[in-house]
């Protein structure tokens, strides 16, 4: 490798500073634009990635996080999105286990800790693709372009694109993909310590490895392989590929190429080819039931039958990802439903934009292959390689995606843009030295604009409300933002607020129809979630939703259908198995509610609802042993859920078995001491014992927590003539 310093490097407007005071600096540059998020809510995404995923609980077997998705689902079922990151799920359990319950603020304060470190690292990155690999005398790495690189890491360090990834937790998973894949980088521009002629296989496979555990992590980390094999290619080798192109173009002799193909090179592709054909082959395995399934609304562009408005508009979407890049003020939590109205004729405006799009692009491919400045087509290769190569896999190109656009999928490909800007200001600096002063301004007032936005955007990220309503005036047309605005008011009770509805949002449907059926428009709440399930047959909590709706309306049969429904579709439903558990009681299906009951606490054993259930209509139908038992064993399970104590008490009272009644009736007191029935029946109990005055008071308690409690009046008053009549005798 015979490289020079790149000549724009020291005209670039900043103090050239040492290794130890860049790293230090654009540390407390990432942290100060993303800090204010460290103590924000659980918002969007989290609530399925961490919340509801069982995955993260110390009581679920770890062994579950390699069978299951991102989200915690199957990877087996038909509604997994097969995403496979089971070190990122990892994470998160660990920060569980730290914090002792779901607590946001680790979970957010290890993600801005990663942006931090990723952000230094990339001086490393940007100083080999910008300056190459070079040693001192002593093996002590040399960064020939310090100025650039620490510039171009300013740049991403403060990028707001990267708001998603670093305050939104679920983009754990971007941030510890983009850790391994400069890892898997840098590890592999370890093996040419000896030279391009000596290399190491030890480190191509170390490099082979991380990028493994990059995809661990996220999907997306397999791109470093490409990363890797274009260093090689452009750098370690030198190639010239315009030069290369035209030899073969012109026909010259196979050794004149030969000669510029440096000894090992094929070996060292082959390597990767053939590491990424293992993992991406084991991805395929591991996946199961092939990929996942997307709805039109999730990706319309990948539904239109045209393929050329397909191709229009997937360089449409290309376009709106790059201007996010170049002006990430508009930015927007989720881009479907709507968002992005798609380009059906030629007379759309909007086409312009693709068509600039490409301008650009092939104005720097012609630049970063044609140039005679060595530094400047090395420094524009990399960062186009760096700007495409990542954003692969969420193309559309090789598979369907389950977004529009996604702002997360930039925080790799950023890296690249951010190595082009620091090249314009370099370049600008070096041909413009009249206006050095102003560019050094500019430069300044991006970098502080980058960081006030920034900090900005991860301000909204802190709650769901700030989030969902700052996306009203990016995305006014979106349905899913409408629906989340809606639904953020009504958890906080607020029913009546309006949620404008896509016609094929079936997740707002599901909720909407949740709402009416809260409101008792049963009717309403039916035709929606019957809509919902037309749409999309599989949605088994839409199914189960129409299940509980149809049973309140008396419509027995349909409800019964729509359970089994929703459990053909999700096989391990327990809430569902409860519904239906609750749908045979109300038909006097005995043995059918405590086979549904039974099933629902094997998939859910803190099920607590259908254990109390099943020990209350044993307890009615005079099963009053295995009522025992049932309670008994549910209280294993949970031994501090006063319901069930209370039911098992009642059970134990009815026996005769007072004193171990008592017991129980004492203990779901001492949880929960203002429930009226509770003393009302522990006076019972006593009233039947002949503890008269202990009887009297739980009475006279239970009447005090609510005086209309039934036959509790009734029966004090019977104690009390018994107590009167006990004291005439006595008299």
Not at 625 to 646: C, N, R, S, V, Y
Request: hydrophobic share 45%; with cysteine.
């Amino acid at each position: 490798m015979v490289l020079s310093e790149p000549y724009w490097d020291h005209h670039i407007p900043l103090p050239k500073l040492g290794l130890l005071h860049s790293r230090l600096v654009t540390a407390f540059v990432a942290l100060i634009c993303f800090i204010n998020s460290y103590d924000g809510d659980f918002v969007f995404d989290d609530s399925e990635a961490i919340i509801n995923n069982k995955d993260l609980s110390p009581d679920t077997p770890l062994s579950n996080i390699w069978k299951n998705d991102f989200w915690g689902s199957n990877l087996s079922s038909n509604s997994s999105h097969k995403s496979y990151r089971p070190l990122t799920v990892l994470t998160f359990r660990i920060n569980y286990l730290l914090a002792g319950g779901l607590h946001p603020i680790g979970f957010h304060a290890l993600n801005v800790a990663l942006h931090c470190v990723i952000s230094v690292l990339m001086i490393d990155v940007f100083a080999i693709l910008i300056g190459g690999l070079v040693h001192d005398g002593r093996g002590a790495k040399l960064n020939l372009s310090p100025k650039a690189s620490f510039l171009a890491a300013l740049f991403f360090a403060a990028h707001p694109v990267h708001t998603e990834s670093v305050a939104g937790i679920v983009g754990r998973a971007d941030l510890l993909c983009a850790l391994f894949f400069q890892l898997s980088f840098l590890v592999y521009c370890k093996a040419f310590q000896g030279g391009d002629k000596k290399f190491s296989v030890l480190w191509i496979f170390g490099s082979i490895l991380l990028c493994a555990v990059a995809m661990l992590c996220k999907e997306q980390g397999i791109t470093v392989l490409g990363v890797n094999a274009a260093y090689d290619i452009l750098m370690v080798c030198n190639l010239n590929i315009y030069e290369l192109a035209h030899r073969l173009l012109s026909r010259r002799k196979s050794a004149d190429i030969g000669g510029s193909v440096r000894s090992g090179l094929l070996m060292r592709l082959a390597l990767l080819f053939l590491g990424g054909s293992f993992l991406l082959y084991a991805r395929w395995r591991i996946m199961g039931t092939g990929p996942p399934s997307f709805t039109e609304v999730d990706n319309p562009a990948s539904f239109a039958e045209n393929v050329i408005l397909r191709i229009v508009n997937y360089n449409y979407y290309y376009s709106l990802n790059a201007w996010l890049l170049l002006c990430p003020w508009w930015l927007c939590f989720d881009w479907s439903m709507g968002c992005v109205p798609l380009i059906k004729s030629a007379t759309d405006w909007r086409i312009v934009w693709p068509l600039l799009l490409w301008c650009c692009l092939m104005g720097l491919v012609y630049q970063a292959l044609c140039s005679q400045d060595s530094n400047k087509r090395r420094t524009l290769t990399f960062g186009l390689v760096l700007l495409v190569i990542p954003f692969l896999p969420a193309s559309n190109l090789f598979f369907r995606v389950g977004f529009v656009i996604a702002e997360r999928v930039l925080y790799l490909s950023s890296a690249g843009y951010c190595l082009i800007l620091a090249y314009a200001v370099g370049y600008c600096s070096c041909h413009w030295k009249k206006h050095k002063r102003l560019l050094r301004a500019a430069t300044l007032t991006l970098l502080c604009v980058n960081v006030a936005r920034s900090a900005q955007r991860s301000q909204q990220w802190r709650s769901e409300q700030s989030l969902f309503t700052s996306a009203l005036s990016v995305c006014p047309l979106n349905a899913k933002v409408h629906y989340n605005v809606g639904k953020n008011l009504a958890d906080k009770g607020n029913q009546s607020a309006a949620v404008k509805l896509h016609p094929k949002y079936v997740h707002a449907m599901n909720n909407l129809g949740n709402i009416l059926k809260e409101r008792n428009e049963l009717k309403e709440a039916e035709e929606l979630l019957s809509a919902a399930v037309h749409i999309q047959p599989d949605f088994a909590a839409a199914w189960m939703n129409l299940g509980i709706v149809q049973n309140s309306l008396k419509k027995f049969d349909e409800a019964e259908q729509s359970y089994w429904n929703a459990i053909r579709f999700r096989k391990k439903y327990p809430d569902c198995y409860y519904n239906l558990g609750r749908l045979y009681a109300d038909l006097n299906r005995s043995i059918d509610a405590l086979n549904a009951w039974r099933n629902a606490t094997m998939l859910k054993p803190d099920h607590s609802l259908a254990w109390n259930n099943m020990v209350i209509l044993l307890d009615n139908t005079g099963n009053l042993a295995q009522a025992e038992l049932i309670g008994k064993e549910a209280l294993k399970i949970l031994p501090k859920d006063h319901t069930i104590m209370f039911s098992l008490a009642n059970v134990l009272g009815k026996q005769e078995k007072y004193k171990e009644s008592e017991g129980f009736f004492l203990n779901a007191l001492k949880i929960n001491p203002n429930v009226a029935s509770c003393h009302g029946n522990l006076a019972v109990l006593y009233h039947r014992w002949g503890k008269l005055d202990l009887a009297k008071r739980h009475y006279e308690l239970s009447l005090r927590l609510d005086p209309s409690a039934p036959g509790t009046k009734e029966n004090y008053n019977m104690l009390k003539r018994k107590l009167e009549q006990r004291q005439r005798t006595v008299g």
